[in-house]
């Protein structure tokens, strides 16, 4: 059984963890807005510049809580290259703030 989060996240929540030695990358943000609108924005043509190339090299999954989301995301492929990945942390947490402004302004 999946416990479901009846509360709305907060707008901008956003937590990036990564391990330098494995070259891995792991983040979330919650976001307010639905499943379908966040799969959207990282689907369309305007907001793809944000992603890379579909599938090259990250996974990301969007779960509902409350009447918001939670997108997760998965950024291996690091392997010995410790600042790459300490630098594509930071721009992950920029990236998942724009995406929230953006479907904030929607």
């Keep these: ?27 979330t943000a ?26 090259k090299y990250r996974t990301h999954e969007i779960t509902p809580m409350g009447s918001g989301s939670r997108l997760s995301i998965l950024h291996p492929g690091f392997e010995g290259r410790e600042q790459m990945t300490k630098s594509h942390s930071e721009g992950w947490t920029q990236v998942f703030g724009w995406l929230a402004e953006y479907l904030a302004g929607k």
């Design 30 to 55: 919650d976001i307010n807005a639905s499943p379908e609108r966040v799969f959207r924005a990282l689907t369309t043509e305007e907001q793809a510049e944000w992603w890379g190339h579909e599938g």
């Design 1 to 27: 059984m999946t416990a479901v989060n009846t509360e709305a996240p907060k707008a901008g929540a956003i937590n990036i963890n990564s391990d330098p030695k494995k070259g891995i990358i792991r983040g």
